[in-house]
């Protein structure tokens, strides 16, 4: 499966982003999901996780309640809304794909998109 991720941009403070993962070449439903982020000098942490079985999303603590992801089956993407946006969400944000994943396991992760930069600046 090809990953394409999007969306990015720059934002103020308290600001609102929607990522995108499109993908084509298999059905991303199959596949488990996660949104990871790199800021410079640090390493590739787990944002969000969705199952190919279904149920809620997982969320970072750093970003429960102001993060949200679902799927678009019919369009084949995954979304990462992101709301309330603060400075220490910049960085580089990748979506992933694999099957039978250890949820925010960079290394459990087959497909990666070529990731979208987040700078939230006033």
């Known amino acids: 499966v090809q990953l394409q991720a999007s969306g990015g941009g720059l934002v103020q403070p308290g600001g609102s982003l929607r990522l995108s993962c499109a993908a084509s070449?298999?059905?991303?439903?199959?596949?488990?999901i996660a949104w990871f982020r790199q800021a410079p000098g640090k390493e590739r942490e787990g944002v969000s996780y969705i199952s190919s079985s279904g149920g809620r999303p997982l969320f970072a603590d750093s970003v429960a309640g102001r993060f949200t992801a679902s799927r678009d089956n019919a369009r084949n993407t995954v979304y990462l809304q992101m709301n309330s946006l603060e400075p220490e969400d910049t960085a580089v944000y990748y979506c992933?794909?694999?099957?039978?994943?250890?949820?925010?396991?960079?290394?459990?992760?087959?497909?990666w998109g070529q990731g979208t930069q987040v700078t939230v600046s006033s």
């Open positions: 992933a794909a694999s099957i039978n994943v250890t949820p925010y396991y960079v290394h459990s992760y087959a497909y």
């Open positions: 070449g298999s059905t991303l439903n199959d596949y488990d």
